[in-house]
């Protein structure tokens, strides 16, 4: 059974870094494409980034482009994601994602993490 787990999330003020990792057990994370979703309340979830299973290709949101990365290491089943000048409107939960397929549609992915809280505020 796969499963993932995210760790990294905190309290930080806006201008600030923070480093998300998530965890994938069960098979080896290369068989997956990865991606990064987030979520407020009230809200449905959100694309944030997507990197292919070797790291060739990586895609990121308008709204976190050239201020958040995404990259894997397989050889250890992690996944990242290094946040810098962070902003009041990225506070959210921050899940990762695994899927087979090349995609950025939160409804195609069926392996989530359980999540963890970016709170960006002074």
């Known amino acids: 059974q796969v499963q993932l787990a995210e760790s990294g999330g905190a309290s930080v003020q806006p201008g600030g870094s923070l480093r998300l990792s998530c965890a994938v057990t069960?098979?080896?994370?290369?068989?997956?494409?990865m991606a990064w979703f987030r979520q407020v309340p009230g809200r449905g979830r959100e694309f944030v980034a997507l990197i292919s299973r070797w790291s060739s290709d990586t895609f990121h949101a308008g709204s976190v482009k050239g201020r958040f990365r995404i990259s894997r290491d397989n050889g250890r089943n992690l996944l990242f994601l290094q946040m810098e000048e962070l902003k009041s409107e990225d506070t959210a939960v921050y899940y990762c994602?695994?899927?087979?397929?090349?995609?950025?549609?939160?409804?195609?992915?069926?392996?989530w993490g359980q999540g963890t809280q970016v709170t960006v505020s002074s």
């Open positions: 994602a695994a899927n087979p397929e090349w995609t950025s549609e939160a409804a195609d992915f069926a392996l």
């Open positions: 069960g098979r080896p994370m290369s068989d997956f494409c």
